[in-house]
């Protein structure tokens, strides 16, 4: 059963950075593996619903971004590692959330509804 498994989140000041790790496994039994894969960030703040922030085709070409994370976020991917990672600089009080990665084949896509597989997220605070 593919699992998607978050990590790097934690307490920042504002104006710091972190990096999210979202480490895969058991893609193969889906019948396609990791590196064929949209892996997409997603974020929840309390009280507000879940959001896209930035996603990453499978040939780690074309990659999306929030407005709000413009030019702040980065993501990336290593096929090599099963893994999708966010670097975060220049963070703000209202990046708060938890962070979830996701997975689905084909395009980038923004909907909750259209992911197949989910992590469990890993909560990133941003305060003094």
């Known amino acids: 059963q593919p699992q998607l498994v978050e990590s790097g989140g934690g307490l920042v000041q504002p104006g710091g950075s972190l990096r999210l790790s979202c480490v895969a496994s058991g893609f193969s039994a889906s019948g396609f593996t990791f590196d064929v894969y949209t892996l997409t960030w997603f974020r929840q703040a309390p009280g507000k619903e879940r959001e896209a922030v930035s996603c990453v085709r499978g040939g780690d070409i074309v990659t999306n971004y929030a407005d709000s994370v413009k030019g702040r976020f980065t993501i990336s991917r290593d096929n090599a590692k099963n893994t999708v990672y966010l670097q975060m600089n220049s963070l703000r009080p209202d990046d708060t959330a938890v962070y979830y990665c996701?997975?689905?084949?084909?395009?980038?896509?923004?909907?909750?509804?259209?992911?197949?597989?989910w992590g469990e997220g890993t909560l990133v605070t941003v305060s003094s």
């Open positions: 996701a997975a689905r084949l084909l395009r980038c896509a923004n909907a909750v509804k259209d992911m197949n597989y």
